[in-house]
């Protein structure tokens, strides 16, 4: 079974600050991916960034980079340069490819709250 | 601009009401799922259509019946809903397993906020 954990229920930043935003996870599957959305009040779950098991690299999306460390089975999201809008609740996910199931699996949760 | 259409976006109804939800993508994604979203909470998933075929049902109560009538659409029909079903409810859309892989985001609609009174 998947699990993903979000401890931080809510963090705030000053705009214009970076903020990391905490994702640990646990699987058995040996190839599995990463994934950040947004979600702001309006509802919408917005994609932000994709990481998978074997990439070398960190993602980066634009503002948006993953601090990707696998023997530590975390995944945290950095935002730099906050702005007013990335206000809204950020969810972890991830997704495993054993068994044929391909169902995003969600974290609790973060709200951050960026101050001007 | 979201890639996933949902309607409608509100949805206010009776308990004895008889109402269906609308969920399109033109994506050519083959796997389609239906979410609900209490507030402050992650998303739980409800069902889950893989070519068009129903893959996973997530022991959701018979009052929620979906349907996909096509690779592009999704429906959910609801019947003799209770005030504790009042969500947001999302509609997704992935690749297909056969071709996607765990490189496969979901893409979300903007979801219908659904009130039972």
């Known amino acids: 079974a998947q699990k993903i954990t979000q401890t931080q229920p809510g963090m705030f930043v000053q705009e214009k600050e970076a903020v990391t935003l905490d994702c640990t996870y646990d699987t058995s599957d040996p190839s599995y991916g990463l994934f950040w959305y947004k979600q702001p009040s309006s509802g919408e779950m917005i994609f932000l960034i994709y990481q998978g098991s074997y990439d070398q690299q960190n993602a980066t999306e634009g503002r948006y980079s993953l601090n990707f460390q696998k023997a530590r089975k975390s995944a945290n999201l950095v935002i730099s340069a906050s702005q007013l809008g990335d206000s809204a609740m950020y969810f972890c996910a991830m997704r495993g490819a054993s068994g044929g199931s391909y169902i995003p699996t969600f974290g609790r949760g973060t709200s951050l709250i960026v101050h001007p | 601009d979201t890639e996933v259409t949902q309607t409608p976006k509100h949805l206010v109804m009776g308990m004895t009401n008889k109402k269906s939800l609308k969920c399109e993508q033109h994506?050519?994604?083959?796997?389609m799922y239906w979410y609900k979203q209490k507030a402050k909470k992650p998303p739980e998933l409800m069902f889950v259509y893989s070519y068009e075929k129903l893959s996973i049902n997530e022991s959701v109560p018979s009052r929620f019946s979906p349907e996909c009538p096509n690779s592009s659409l999704l429906n959910l029909h609801l019947h003799a809903l209770q005030p504790e079903d009042s969500a947001l409810y999302l509609c997704a859309s992935s690749q297909g397993s056969r071709t996607g892989g765990v490189r496969t985001e979901a893409f979300f609609g903007q979801g219908t906020r659904l009130t039972v009174v």
């Open positions: 994506m050519g994604h083959r796997a």
